[in-house]
């Protein structure tokens, strides 16, 4: 199915929704039964993904190499993925899923560049962590608005799609963790990555994250943290987020414990405290983490 066929279905928006999603789908489905990965009812489940993420994969590539204008791409992407989820009559975990894959693929491909002397990571990476996530966003409060416009006698219909949506979200993120292999971050960034699991470490295991004690935290991040950083600053996912099962290591529960015991004995040789030989011990066993607590 070529690019400029999805195009057609993002035209017009309204397409992909209520009494036109079965036309919508009897007018593409010869298209749709022809990919080798679809289930026989045109339904797009599991290994199907490549159903959904390849005609969102080709935009995304066309955005990078000046195909197609990049302008009003959040619109055009949250337009793609819509029309995908309807025209293959795949659940939002799906749609969300293959829009993940997708994106992650653009940012993993960047590793060994086809052609040209110029880098593209940093925009592959903000198509990620920026594009793909507003144009969740925008999927999102579409729905919000239609649950505003509707009648009281339909509104809790729409307010539990849009909860639906969140929860759909939500469980695509999660079972993004599984592709280990394809999270695993670029150099450049896996500082960053590693700050947002410690981020998530820490709150699991009730440490402030004002508190200084950030580098003495040891998490191995990857992609999908900062995915989901993006999300929770853009209000579609909340903190809850950090206490998914595998998210973080799971020695954090001892966390709160031994990291304050390891830094109270420099803090109290700052603030004058005689050094004594069980003093000496303790800041031998636990090296400064900081210059700050030298000064």
Same mark, same amino acid.
């Given at each position: 199915?070529s690019?400029?066929?999805?195009?057609?279905?993002i035209?017009?928006?309204?397409?992909?929704?209520?009494?036109?999603?079965?036309?919508?789908?009897?007018?593409?489905?010869?298209?749709?039964?022809?990919?080798?990965?679809?289930?026989?009812?045109?339904?797009?489940?599991?290994?199907?993904?490549?159903?959904?993420?390849?005609p969102?994969d080709?935009?995304?590539e066309?955005?990078l190499?000046?195909?197609?204008?990049?302008?009003?791409?959040?619109?055009?992407?949250?337009?793609?993925?819509?029309?995908?989820?309807?025209?293959?009559?795949?659940?939002?975990?799906?749609?969300?899923?293959?829009?993940?894959?997708a994106?992650?693929?653009?940012?993993?491909?960047?590793?060994?560049?086809?052609?040209?002397?110029?880098p593209?990571?940093?925009?592959?990476?903000?198509?990620?962590?920026?594009?793909?996530?507003?144009?969740?966003?925008?999927?999102?409060?579409?729905?919000?608005?239609?649950?505003?416009?509707?009648?009281?006698?339909?509104?809790?219909?729409?307010?539990?799609?849009?909860?639906?949506?969140?929860?759909?979200? /939500?469980?695509?993120l999660?079972?993004l963790?599984?592709?280990? *292999?394809? =999270? +695993?971050?670029? %150099?450049?960034?896996?500082s $960053?990555?590693n700050?947002?699991?410690?981020?998530?470490?820490?709150?699991?295991?009730?440490?402030?994250?004002?508190s200084?004690?950030?580098?003495?935290?040891?998490?191995?991040?990857?992609?999908?943290?900062?995915?989901?950083?993006?999300?929770i600053?853009?209000?579609?996912?909340?903190?809850?987020a950090?206490?998914?099962?595998?998210?973080?290591?799971?020695?954090?529960?001892?966390?709160?414990?031994?990291?304050?015991?390891?830094?109270?004995?420099?803090?109290?040789? /700052?603030?004058?405290?005689?050094?004594?030989?069980?003093?000496? *011990?303790? =800041? +031998?066993?636990? %090296?400064?983490?900081?210059? $700050?607590?030298?000064?």
């Open positions: 199915m690019l400029v066929t999805f195009q057609q279905l035209l017009d928006d309204h397409n992909v929704h209520g009494e036109n999603k079965h036309s919508l789908h009897k007018k593409f489905h010869p298209m749709v039964a022809s990919n080798p990965l679809s289930s026989p009812n045109g339904h797009c489940h599991g290994g199907s993904y490549s159903a959904l993420w390849t969102i080709m935009y995304l066309d955005c190499d000046g195909s197609i204008a990049a302008t009003n791409s959040i619109e055009i992407l949250s337009g793609l993925v819509k029309a995908l989820q309807a025209v293959n009559r795949s659940s939002w975990h799906d749609a969300f899923m293959a829009l993940w894959i994106s992650v693929r653009l940012v993993q491909r960047e590793r060994e560049p086809i052609e040209g002397p110029v593209h990571l940093e925009t592959r990476l903000c198509m990620l962590l920026s594009i793909a996530t507003l144009a969740v966003a925008d999927i999102i409060e579409e729905a919000d608005s239609r649950c505003g416009e509707t009648d009281l006698s339909s509104h809790w219909k729409q307010e539990t799609a849009t909860d639906d949506l969140r929860k759909e979200l /939500m469980l695509s999660q079972a963790g599984d592709y280990e *292999s394809l =999270l +695993v971050p670029p %150099p450049c960034i896996i $960053a990555a700050q947002a699991a410690s981020k998530a470490a820490m709150l699991v295991s009730g440490i402030n994250s004002s200084g004690y950030m580098e003495s935290i040891n998490e191995t991040g990857n992609m999908r943290h900062l995915i989901v950083e993006s999300c600053s853009r209000n579609l996912l909340d903190t809850s950090y206490y998914w099962p595998g998210y973080i290591n799971g020695h954090v529960n001892s966390m709160s414990h031994a990291i304050p015991s390891q830094l109270a004995g420099w803090a109290a040789f /700052m603030k004058g405290t005689p050094l004594t030989q069980s003093l000496v *011990s303790v =800041l +031998v066993s636990s %090296p400064a983490s900081r210059c $700050a607590l030298l000064l």
